[in-house]
């Protein structure tokens, strides 16, 4: 079901581009290389509890 929907609408669709913070400066998550694709979804999210 999900798939149909998304080929219906598919010329509609725009490339969403991921950036992250790497030493310092951001960067596409796409132009890393694949051990950093990696590295990148093992991360895990947190959320810092205020002092």
């Given at each position: 079901?999900?798939?149909?929907?998304?080929?219906?609408?598919?010329?509609?669709?725009?490339k969403c581009?991921?950036?992250t913070r790497v030493m310092g400066y951001h960067?596409?998550?796409e132009s890393?290389?694949?051990g950093k694709k990696g590295?990148?979804?093992?991360?895990k999210f947190f959320i810092?509890?205020?002092s």
């Amino acid at each position: 079901m999900k798939s149909k929907i998304l080929k219906e609408n598919e010329k509609q669709r725009t490339k969403c581009v991921v950036y992250t913070r790497v030493m310092g400066y951001h960067r596409p998550v796409e132009s890393f290389n694949i051990g950093k694709k990696g590295e990148h979804k093992e991360r895990k999210f947190f959320i810092e509890k205020a002092s």
